[in-house]
């Protein structure tokens, strides 16, 4: 397992990685993310990114979760699937959902 713990424009930013590898492309995505739901909430405080690979599995065997620290309760969505970027994209969208009903 990896962790990754840094700060992003003023967000702590926690990554960790369960018997997966990530790539420079999908830590630029989370940022991009972050930049995308900022527009939504600009008062993110923390955000913490699950990647896991569950090879034993037929299907969806990747999994992504995350997790903002906001005022009032936190946003949390996840997806499984086989591709970590649509994943990625998936748990947006939800997030963007979610923090579009809350203010």
């Keep these: ?20 590898t990530l790539g420079d492309t999908v830590q630029e995505e989370i940022r991009h993310i972050l930049d995308r739901l900022s527009r939504h909430i600009s008062t993110i405080t923390w955000a913490d990114v ?3 690979n569950h090879s034993g599995k037929s299907t969806d065997q990747k999994k992504v979760t995350m997790r903002l620290g906001i005022p009032g ?31």
């Design 50 to 52: 699950h990647f896991e």
């Design 1 to 20: 397992m990896s962790n990754n713990t840094n700060h992003y424009n003023g967000i702590k930013l926690d990554i960790q990685a369960v018997d997966v």
């Design 73 to 103: 309760p936190d946003v949390f969505a996840s997806d499984s699937g086989s591709n970590y970027m649509a994943l990625l994209k998936s748990v947006e969208e939800k997030l963007r959902r979610q923090l579009e009903k809350q203010h």
